[in-house]
């Protein structure tokens, strides 16, 4: 087995191989909030790592083409926000105070549950950067110095949360402005969560990745100073 | 017009990610020269944020577009090898199964909730405010906007 794994294009093979596979399972089944790609190949990807022994270190090797693009792919977020802003800046002042209330529940909410039920601080600041879209939830984990694959695990449970049951539990609410639909799952499920509501209209689409990119700002700069407090 | 026909011969997926590793430089060079506590990477995206905003330098933006654009079509492919790493700690995961599932299910729903009633009620008042000000309903402008 580790003569397989050794073979220095096993990993990027084995990570793009099965990324395929999911995305094609995804569309097959009609797009199943619950399949999402991304958590479809991590499970995959982690279960032969698993089965075969193959040392993480050793992965984390094979895949750097990919952790290198991480880096532009972040820069690239400005785009979209770029492409959307002009929507929002005209409502600035219901986007801010949308942005500064949100961000105070969803930070009192993690902080309140893991401080009451005894979890651990290493946890604890794992669980902060989870409404953050990845790219920079990983870099606000890095600064805490919490797990990153915790982190970035953690915020895949959100986004997978926002597509599955994001729309359905704004409308049992009664929240049917689309401007509105579109950032409060911009801004708790990040790019996983956008993709469901572009489904939903473009507006709402357009709205939920400009969310993402404006509260992953928010974040970077609140967060460190959370985590000194609490942690 | 003569700067853009010549960028124009340049392959473009190449020219818009050297753009981007360009702004991601410059945030990290920025990040450890003030010692700032923002991480580079997203000194990176600020920048082309304002580069996308002042007018002489909306051009570099638009040529950045055929590399992001992939690259944030399959973002999440590049967060599975960070992801991977849970292997590592799946006894840590199983051990505070209890306290991550009400924080991240209970912050999740109460922020969606919260975020999209306030947000709705707050542009609700902004809508019918402009309305009683100016004639024609600056609500659906506004909506005809965002899908471009």
Same mark, same amino acid.
């Given at each position: 087995?580790?003569?397989?794994? #050794?073979?220095?294009?096993?990993?990027?093979?084995?990570?793009?191989?099965?990324?395929?596979?999911?995305?094609?399972?995804?569309?097959?089944?009609?797009?199943?909030?619950?399949?999402? !790609?991304?958590?479809?190949?991590?499970?995959?990807?982690?279960?032969?790592?698993? =089965?075969?022994?193959?040392?993480? %270190?050793?992965?984390?090797?094979?895949?750097?083409?990919?952790?290198?693009?991480? /880096? !532009?792919?972040?820069?690239? +977020?400005?785009?979209?926000?770029?492409?959307?802003?002009?929507?929002?800046?005209?409502?600035?002042?219901?986007?801010?105070?949308?942005?500064? $209330?949100?961000?105070?529940?969803?930070?009192?909410?993690?902080?309140?549950?893991?401080?009451?039920?005894?979890? %651990?601080?290493?946890?604890?600041?794992?669980?902060?950067?989870?409404?953050?879209?990845?790219?920079?939830? @990983?870099?606000?984990?890095?600064?805490?110095?919490?797990?990153?694959?915790?982190?970035?695990?953690?915020?895949?449970? *959100?986004?997978?949360?926002?597509?599955?049951?994001?729309?359905?539990? @704004?409308?049992?609410?009664?929240?049917? %402005?689309?401007?509105?639909?579109?950032?409060?799952?911009?801004?708790?499920?990040?790019?996983?969560?956008?993709?469901?509501?572009?489904?939903?209209?473009?507006?709402?689409?357009?709205?939920?990745?400009?969310?993402?990119?404006?509260?992953?700002?928010?974040?970077?700069?609140?967060?460190?100073? $959370?985590?000194?407090?609490?942690? | 017009?003569?700067?853009? *026909?010549?960028?124009?011969?340049?392959?473009?997926?190449? +020219? /818009?990610?050297?753009?981007? =590793?360009?702004?991601?430089?410059?945030?990290?060079? +920025? #990040?450890?020269?003030?010692?700032?506590?923002?991480?580079?990477?997203?000194?990176?995206? $600020?920048?082309?944020?304002?580069?996308?905003?002042?007018?002489?330098?909306?051009?570099?933006?638009?040529?950045? %577009?055929?590399?992001?654009?992939?690259?944030?079509?399959?973002?999440?492919?590049?967060?599975?090898? !960070?992801g991977v790493g849970i292997v590592l700690e799946l006894?840590?995961?199983?051990?505070n199964a209890l306290p991550?599932?009400?924080?991240?299910?209970?912050?999740?729903?109460?922020?969606?909730?919260?975020?999209?009633?306030?947000?709705?009620?707050?542009?609700?008042?902004?809508?019918?405010?402009?309305?009683?000000?100016?004639?024609?309903?600056?609500?659906?402008?506004?909506?005809?906007?965002?899908?471009?």
């Amino acid at each position: 087995m580790s003569a397989l794994y #050794e073979l220095p294009v096993f990993g990027l093979s084995l990570t793009l191989a099965t990324y395929l596979c999911s995305l094609w399972l995804y569309q097959r089944l009609g797009r199943p909030g619950l399949l999402s !790609p991304v958590l479809v190949t991590v499970i995959g990807v982690a279960a032969v790592l698993q =089965l075969t022994g193959m040392p993480y %270190d050793l992965y984390m090797q094979q895949v750097a083409l990919l952790t290198l693009l991480l /880096g !532009p792919a972040t820069v690239a +977020l400005a785009l979209p926000l770029l492409r959307n802003g002009h929507a929002l800046a005209s409502s600035a002042p219901a986007v801010v105070a949308t942005l500064v $209330v949100g961000g105070a529940v969803s930070i009192s909410v993690t902080v309140g549950a893991m401080v009451a039920l005894g979890a %651990d601080d290493a946890m604890l600041r794992a669980a902060l950067p989870r409404s953050v879209t990845s790219p920079v939830g @990983l870099s606000i984990a890095d600064a805490l110095g919490a797990s990153v694959p915790m982190a970035v695990v953690l915020t895949l449970i *959100s986004g997978v949360l926002g597509a599955v049951v994001g729309p359905a539990l @704004l409308s049992l609410v009664r929240v049917r %402005d689309e401007r509105a639909r579109g950032f409060a799952v911009g801004m708790t499920s990040h790019g996983i969560g956008t993709s469901r509501v572009l489904g939903e209209s473009t507006v709402s689409g357009g709205w939920s990745s400009a969310a993402m990119v404006l509260n992953a700002l928010v974040m970077t700069v609140t967060l460190p100073a $959370v985590a000194q407090l609490v942690a | 017009m003569g700067r853009m *026909s010549r960028a124009a011969l340049l392959p473009p997926v190449l +020219l /818009g990610l050297v753009i981007l =590793l360009l702004a991601q430089m410059v945030g990290l060079a +920025l #990040e450890t020269l003030l010692g700032l506590p923002i991480p580079g990477v997203v000194l990176g995206l $600020v920048l082309i944020v304002v580069l996308g905003l002042l007018r002489p330098t909306r051009a570099v933006v638009r040529l950045a %577009d055929p590399a992001a654009t992939p690259l944030l079509q399959h973002l999440q492919l590049l967060f599975v090898p !960070p992801g991977v790493g849970i292997v590592l700690e799946l006894q840590n995961l199983a051990e505070n199964a209890l306290p991550i599932a009400l924080a991240v299910g209970g912050s999740f729903v109460l922020t969606l909730i919260v975020a999209g009633l306030l947000l709705q009620a707050l542009l609700r008042r902004q809508d019918r405010r402009r309305s009683a000000a100016d004639g024609p309903a600056p609500g659906d402008a506004e909506t005809g906007e965002a899908t471009v």
